[in-house]
């Protein structure tokens, strides 16, 4: 009998065989065409394997997405971090994104794959999108006048620079990417910097550093001199997942309005029950509207918590600006507004999937089995969790959620 | 009406039929989202028959294909219309940005059929919304005659002033917020300008009112 330990290092490597199976399978075959089946198949496993670790095909969509965001989100970071000018952390977030493309063509592909199936894939990725726009905008701290750039500037051009990455991955023109960089860092600084650092930027040669990874280790080891930021131990290294339970929803969305109150009401419900535990009566209860009022405002369930999660987007974004607006620090700032987006992703992963798998395949029995990640309180995620900002005291009365792990661990 | 005679030309029948196929698709993806939907979905709502619709497409993609055409012309009619309407190049930006995002506005189905599954509907989609993209660049890319150092702007600054402004339309519309699209006019304005001709004059211009968008 394997003990515990084992068991777990086997079953977080058979769930990370199947995930890069499906990176594989689907970047080949396209969403819609990747089965289970051929998944298994590259994975060499059968098919209990696959049980023990997700719920279905999109369940482990999601997942791969889930992962590959939260990574994504870690390099960027890191890369943000591992200099110290503005213009140096965007370029090494930018080089980071593109050395992690160039790779990995595989991944590339899965990226663009998993947006057709659905709005839980879109949401995630909208997530990350909010973080790169927020290193952008630190560029404001730059200027003698840092109010004076519009809000939208940084959304745009991180939507836009996405864009232009995103249709040249699509095309197949991977390695058009790093010749790319150089006109996207230059849009990028004009707004903050002027048009000369702009000119400057363009000037510079393109290439994705040789060994980027290791780069920023060693650059990240050798930098003692500077003190740590005050926030250092608020950026776990790898990003780490916070303990369930957390909606991440502050009090102040419980307003007068309706919809609104819906949304926190299904929030609060998420974190008393969990997913499939929460039912329609208990978001009304949990915002005090009749059942009526509900359907008035949400077909479903999940609809509502589709609607849940854009407000957490907008609620983010606007966290942010607000930080800027009251002349706090960026680390602060973008610290306080990544601790919000771990939160509610830690609280919600099967959430969205589960908005999902009941789309695709409508009838299908709800497997209350969750993600076999391990979400204990590890020492970094409750630190994070204590510097987590604006925290719904009610979540530490509450005992952890259950989590069933029979459907993995068997 | 005596039978056997058609009271409006074919070419007016043909053209009606499509606009209504493409409203119907529109009405149907932003309900249930373009993957969802199916040719019964549209033939449905569009009150006509299957043979109706295959008369007119081939498949839900193409009508999905000519619903972002339609769109991209109309709202490029629309912007070259407001932006002729005044001399400098900066009160055409102002003006014609003022009409597009009216256009979206007035039209929030088939600004998220076309922007948000565009983004989200994989490979196929994309070309098109690339395309769409590249409508509205040569719009912008005559700010550069009148920028000091025009020619020397980042090559691809166009794309990456529509594509910000798409993303920004994206975002809004995603989080249900498309009413208040239009509000967002002096920043993008502002957003779009200053590589031309900097922050100052941006300013300047974004304070300005546009001419009032045509249409109402």
Known sequence: MLDTETREQTGSSERARIVAALIEVASERGYGETTIELILERAGLDRPAFDRHFRGKYDCFLSAWQDQNEECLGTMIRAYESREEWPDRLRAVAYGVIAGLSDDPGRASFGVEVLAAGDAARARRDMTMRVIASLIDAGRQEMDDPDSVPHTTAEALAGSAYGQIYSRVVRGAVEELPELVPQLMSAAVMPYLGIEAAMAELSRESAVPEGYARGVAKKRAGKSEKPPVDGAEGYPPELARLPPGRHGLPREFVTHNQRERLIAGIAEAIAEYGYSGTTIAHITRAAAVSRRTFYEHFSSKDECFVAAYDTVMKELRERVSAAFEEGEEWPQAIKAGIEAMLQFLAAEPNLAASAWSRRSSPGRPWSSATTPRSRASSPTSRRAARAAPRRSSRASRRPPRKRSSAAWSR | ?216
């Open chain 2, 1 to 216: 009406m005596p039978p056997g005679r058609h009271p409006l030309p074919r070419e007016f029948i043909t053209q009606h039929q499509r606009a209504r196929i493409i409203a119907a698709l529109a009405e149907e993806t932003v309900e249930k989202g373009y993957r969802a939907v199916t040719v019964a979905d549209i033939v449905r709502r569009a009150g006509i028959a299957r043979n109706t619709f295959y008369e007119n497409f081939s498949s839900k993609e193409d009508c999905f294909l000519a619903a972002s055409e339609f769109a991209v012309k109309e709202a490029l009619r629309r912007v070259v219309d407001a932006a002729s309407r005044v001399d400098s190049w900066p009160a055409r930006v102002n003006s014609g940005l003022a009409a597009f995002l009216h256009y979206v506005a007035t039209e929030p189905a088939l600004a998220r059929t076309c922007i948000v599954e565009a983004l989200s509907a994989g490979p196929a989609a994309v070309e098109r919304y690339e395309r769409s993209i590249q409508a509205f660049v040569p719009l912008f890319r005559m700010g550069r005659k009148v920028a000091p150092k025009g020619e020397d702007l980042p090559g691809t600054l166009e794309e990456t002033i529509v594509g910000g402004v798409f993303w920004i339309i994206y975002q809004r519309i995603v989080m249900g917020q498309v009413e208040e699209i239009e509000q967002l006019l002096p920043e993008l304005v502002e957003f779009s300008l200053t590589p031309y001709v900097g922050a100052e004059a941006a300013k300047r211009t974004a304070a300005e009112a546009p001419i009032k968008p045509n249409g109402k």
